[in-house]
């Protein structure tokens, strides 16, 4: 179980537009969190196997749903090429649902339904490169579960409403299917059929609604290639309205179904996304599902869902829809290729929500937002952004490591290429025609990364992808008269499978006039660089911009006399909850200065003359990390501090 940490920043807009973000770190562990909660019920360890003697081409989905009532029933037409010479074919379906017949060239075929997969008997063989289909027909109630599932009957306001969230492996609890990442669904058509006065939201283009009797027919049409987590459907008496953006190939409507008690609060709201689709559209590529829309339909699920170009989502708040429509691109058209690459949906798609504030806000928030990210995953000293264990539905959907991790990688990633050639690899790794509407791995992303940077990443990967924690650093700063400075970089790791990380790490120097950040190669520990400034710099500030997945353990800035300072300083206790000790032997401090990680002020100290130690009290400042800065003349000594 993820643990729950207090909050040290935070976050402030001055745009309108921007009036509706969550505190970062609590928005991805909310809703990576409730992804995980709703699928703890579904899990299941699946066959690998599974489906791979055919290739799906297109699936016709024919159902009926009244949303008052927990209950499907309908037929799935799969057509499909054979990929070798078959006698069988199988697919999973829940056990608690019923199939009522197999029918093949319009006769009923024999089946076995023992468990949650069933296997479908042919009377000839299908030779392989043959392309052939299949129909199923089958009804039930689909398991609820406790809590959240893949079909879940429930109310809003009073009104009945169905609605379906099949990611990772719920997808059998309501449809008989290949529940593949790899073997994306070519086209599909879906016909739903559901008492008058309700809508249905799903993939694609709506093409009709047809009236039928009490009853109404909406069909919707996809013609992109599509993973089976992605199909989708919600039914309920849904207000309709669009809102649409104009992008670099085309305008694209963005389809809304939301709730009729919600319809003010929702259109105030869709309306800010639209900067953000225009945002991504021109960063990585076109909208990929330009020719037909992208949408957002309400339930009441927790958090959202990217189903391909109709996004669920619980409410309108601007980071879910940022994150959610990202997926769009990284996610959808773009799938990973399996569980253990799940950061490839997630960690960009938080990245890309953190890029709305580097382009469409102010540097202060970007900047916040960083190291916002940067505290929530130093929490922890442990853990991969490469899933290690995808039989754990709460591994794959951390929020700490395949989110939060997985995007501040990329942001390092992005420091240490350059813009250029990083955006240059996001746009080339999503166009990519092998990679395009189909899957990608970690080793597909990181063939792009090099190709961009014209350098191998293999030990960036290694460090930061595939092995665990982060560096804790100590800087040793010297400033001479000449204002020559000598720095040294002492670093531990947070875990024992990385024995250094090789960082370009970014210090600036500073007098209050006069400021410059330099980037230090440092390739090894306990390494000392030698500058030249041209002014005399007296503060020095450890990766201002926030660029690092990195703790500062200790800062020391001295004119030759700090070193003995600092090994006759103690703070205790720390961590600490009301008050702090400082004891020293000699020289007394003059002032104490607290600041969190962003670099903001929060409280000063001037203790009193006289005595070897002095006890701040601290019971007012909120819980989390902060630099405690101790000046003793023109020398000053930081040490971080954890606020209980």
């Given amino acids: ?68 009532v927990n209950y499907i ?15 069988q074919m199988v697919f999973e379906l829940n056990s608690v649902l019923t199939i009522d017949s197999v029918k093949y060239h319009n006769n009923q075929l ?79 058509d879906i016909y739903v059929t559901t008492t008058n006065g309700n809508r249905v939201g799903s993939n694609g283009l709506l093409i009709s609604e047809t009236v039928a009797g009490a009853n109404k027919i909406f069909h919707w049409r996809h013609r992109y290639p599509i993973a089976t987590y992605l199909i989708a459907i919600a039914v309920t008496n849904y207000y309709a309205y669009s809102d649409h953006a104009s992008l670099q190939n085309g305008t694209l409507e963005i389809l809304n179904y939301v709730y009729p008690e919600d319809s003010s609060y929702a259109r105030q709201n869709t309306p800010t996304l639209i900067p953000v689709i225009q945002l991504y559209d021109s960063l990585f590529s076109d909208y990929p599902y330009l020719d037909e829309k992208y949408g957002h339909a309400q339930f009441n699920w ?55 504030y580097y382009f469409l806000s102010n540097h202060a928030e970007w900047i916040s937002w960083k190291a916002d990210n940067i505290f929530y995953i130093t929490t922890e000293t442990w853990g991969s952004v490469y899933c290690d264990d995808t039989s754990n539905v709460s591994r794959i959907f951390d929020g700490r490591l395949s989110y939060t991790k997985g ?62 924690g982060h560096p804790i650093y100590t800087l040793n700063s010297t400033i001479h008269a000449d204002s020559s400075v000598s720095i040294n970089f002492l670093q531990s790791q947070s875990h024992p499978s990385v024995s250094f990380f090789k960082l370009p790490v970014p210090v600036r120097f500073s007098n209050g006039i006069n400021d410059t950040t330099l980037v230090f190669d440092n390739t090894q520990n306990n390494q000392t660089f030698d500058i030249q400034l041209n ?32 090994n006759q300083l103690d703070i205790f206790p720390n961590p600490a909850s009301e008050i702090i000790t400082i004891s020293y032997n000699g020289q007394q401090p003059e002032k104490v200065s607290i600041y969190d990680l962003s670099g903001a002020l929060v409280t000063e100290y001037f203790p009193a003359v006289g005595g070897n130690s002095f006890v701040m009290d601290i019971s007012g400042v909120n819980s989390g990390f902060y630099f405690l800065k101790i000046s003793f003349n023109n020398n000053t000594v930081t040490r971080k501090i954890v606020k209980l």
């Fill in 1 to 68: 179980m993820k643990k729950y940490y207090l909050l040290i920043l935070a976050l402030c807009y001055s745009l309108t537009v921007f009036s509706q973000r969550q505190h970062e770190k609590d928005f991805i562990k909310h809703i990576s969190q409730q992804e995980a909660r709703s699928h703890e019920n579904i899990f299941k360890a699946g066959n690998t196997k599974l489906g791979d003697n055919y290739d799906l081409n297109y699936h016709r989905m024919h159902w009926f749903v009244d949303p008052s």
């Fill in 535 to 566: 002014f005399f710099p007296t503060q020095v500030t450890f990766d201002p911009e926030k660029e690092l997945i990195a703790v500062l353990d200790t800062l020391i800035v001295n004119t030759g006399h700090c070193a003995a300072i600092e």
């Fill in 110 to 188: 024999t089946f076995s339904h023992p468990d949650n997969t069933f296997t479908i008997d042919f009377p000839t063989a299908i030779a392989a490169g043959a392309m052939d289909s299949v129909c199923v027909y089958y009804h039930g109630a689909p398991p609820q579960g406790a809590g959240f599932g893949s079909f879940i009957q429930s109310n809003h306001g009073g009104t009945p409403i169905i609605w379906t969230l099949s990611e990772p492996f719920g997808a059998p609890d309501w449809w008989p299917c290949k529940n593949s990442l790899t073997d994306k669904i070519d086209s599909i």
């Fill in 407 to 468: 995007a501040m990688v990329l942001n390092m990633l992005r420091f240490k290429m350059g813009d250029s050639a990083f955006f240059t690899c996001l746009k080339n790794y999503i166009t990519d025609p092998l990679l395009a509407y189909g899957t990608a791995s970690t080793d597909d992303f990181k063939a792009h990364a090099e190709a961009s940077y014209g350098a191998n990443l293999t030990d960036f990967f290694n460090d930061w992808i595939y092995n665990q």
């Fill in 73 to 87: 029933s309908g037929s799935i037409t799969s057509y499909f090429t054979a990929l070798s010479t078959i006698n």
């Fill in 302 to 356: 927790g958090g959202g869902m990217e189903h391909q170009t109709m996004t669920f989502l619980v409410n309108y708040g601007f980071d879910l829809m940022a994150h959610e429509l990202a997926h769009q691109w990284f996610g959808d058209k773009v799938t990973c290729k399996s569980w253990h690459d799940i950061w490839i949906n997630e960690g960009f798609a938080t990245y890309l929500t953190g890029l709305t």
